[in-house]
């Protein structure tokens, strides 16, 4: 097996794969590394409807046609594969798998970030981070979700959508923080409670079934009650344990990067929602994934003029 590649992209999610497509239309030999399958958190949108040239689309559909078109241009997708060390001091870059080492001379980091987990010590099957991956087990059940963002109510309408008997949603602040359309349409759904200023004080779980307590920030007030499964939606961490004490970040662990993307560390550059920046979404994504594989290519064009000085 030939290890040797110009561009290497560790992350095959919409910055990663929109890289990939620059990289092997420059004729870049490009790998992608991607730890799960290609797609990222796109896979867990169901509608997409701010995506330029679709009205409407799924995100797995959107992503399986991303990753078809960088695979015809040429780059290589490796799925699957765990990353157990780097090292990106010198001009060859080293990423260390398990299915062998890599090298390139320029690597984009495009890792996205992954749900904050639930932060009790509980151990159970059923409690999930994704209900169009996990939902569908649970029709006909009661089910508790936490968080009242976007991606809470979201989620919950969807698994409505598959069929659960009856959902409670809490949300810790004093109000939902979704937007107004799906705040409504849960709102108005005879099967929804909302509990607001409302955060879990402890889970017991006995089988499939789990004994959620409940606590009121307000009034002190406790009420436990029984849910089928927990679906979790209280943040995003960005997935940097790799890169921590080479490159640079901010204190919540988002990669910096300069205009070019380019990180501290020459010839590493970072695309995506693991960058440091105010919004996160496809198009800023893949804003990134192109600037950043432009000017990877353009710092592989300058290594390779100076090599002929
Ligand atoms: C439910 C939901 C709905 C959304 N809806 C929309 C929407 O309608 N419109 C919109 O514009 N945006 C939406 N978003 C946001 C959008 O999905 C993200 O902004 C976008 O996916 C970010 O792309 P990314 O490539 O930077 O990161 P990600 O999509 O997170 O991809 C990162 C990839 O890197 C991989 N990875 C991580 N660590 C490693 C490692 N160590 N080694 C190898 N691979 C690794 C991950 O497995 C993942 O595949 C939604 C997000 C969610 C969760």
């Known amino acids: 097996m030939n290890s040797d590649y110009e561009l290497i992209i560790i992350g095959g999610g919409i910055a990663g794969l929109t890289a990939a497509i620059y990289g092997a239309r420059a004729h ?40 078809t078109q960088a695979e015809k241009l040429g780059a290589e997708i490796r799925e699957i594969v765990e990353i157990s060390a780097i ?53 006909g059940r009661d089910v508790l979700v936490v968080g009242g963002g976007n991606s809470g109510t979201g989620d919950a309408l969807y698994l409505l959508n598959q069929g659960v008997r009856t959902i409670i949603l809490i949300e810790q602040m004093d109000r939902l923080l979704a937007n107004q359309a799906s705040q409504k349409a849960l709102c108005a759904h005879p099967e929804v409670t909302i509990l607001t200023s409302t955060e879990i004080s402890g889970i017991a779980v ?9 606590k009121n920030s307000r009034t002190g007030e406790t009420q436990t009650i ?3 499964g927990i679906f979790v939606y209280i943040g995003q961490a960005p997935q940097t344990g790799l890169f921590k004490g080479i490159l640079e970040m901010d204190d919540q662990g988002y990669i910096l990067g300069d205009e070019t993307m380019e990180t501290n560390v020459e ?18 994504a893949m804003n990134d994934g192109t600037i950043a594989a432009l000017a990877a290519e353009a710092y592989l064009r300058s290594l390779r003029s100076d090599s002929t000085k």
């Open 267 to 284: 010839g590493i550059f970072v695309a995506g929602d693991v960058r440091h920046k105010t919004y996160r979404q496809l198009t800023t």
């Open 87 to 139: 090292q990106f001091n010198g001009q060859s870059k080293r990423i260390e798998t398990d299915e062998g080492t890599f090298q390139a001379k320029a690597v984009i980091v495009a890792t996205g970030r992954e749900p904050i987990r639930l932060p009790l010590e509980v151990d159970s099957d059923h409690i999930h981070y994704c209900a169009i991956c996990d939902g569908s087990v649970y029709r």
């Open 28 to 67: 870049l030999k490009t790998l992608i590394l991607e730890r799960q399958t290609c797609g990222g958190l796109a896979n867990w949108a169901v509608e997409i409807e701010n995506f330029p040239s679709h009205e409407k689309i799924s995100g797995i559909t959107l992503m399986e046609r991303v990753k």
């Open 206 to 214: 006995k089988g499939k079934d789990h004994w959620v307590t409940l």
């Open 226 to 228: 029984e849910a089928g």
